[in-house]
């Protein structure tokens, strides 16, 4: 059993800033992508970063130069640092991991922190 619990969400005015952490716990062994998706209100869920276990990163167009996804190993822990928000930026937030389950790797996907962006 795979749990991913998120964290750091919240309320701020426009070109504030919110990091958001994703903690996964339960039987892991090794994790491969890890990455942070988006539900804007009205819209569909989009990427918005990702990063590989060789450290290798994606953004979605719209935050890059903004946002910057890391991630622990050791604890198993995803963050996403979010500078300069914009009221675009508003939306569910949501941790998604890959965990490698013999020769299959497994989705798991947290509940969603919700992020709300004020002008």
């Known amino acids: 059993q795979v749990q991913l619990v998120e964290s750091g969400g919240g309320l701020v005015q426009a070109g504030g800033s919110l990091r958001l952490s994703c903690a996964a716990s339960g039987t892991i062994f090794s994790i491969n992508n890890m990455g942070w998706y988006r539900q804007a209100p009205g819209k569909q869920r989009e990427l918005v970063a990702s990063v590989t276990s060789g450290g290798t990163t994606n953004y979605a167009d719209s935050v890059k130069g903004r946002f910057t996804i890391s991630r622990d190993n050791a604890k198993n822990t995803v963050y996403l640092q979010m500078n300069s928000l914009k009221p675009e930026d508003t939306g569910v937030f949501y941790c998604?991991?890959?965990?490698?389950?013999?020769?299959?790797?497994?989705?798991?996907w947290g509940k969603g922190t919700l992020v709300t962006v004020s002008s």
């Open positions: 998604h991991v890959g965990i490698q389950n013999g020769l299959y790797v497994m989705d798991y």
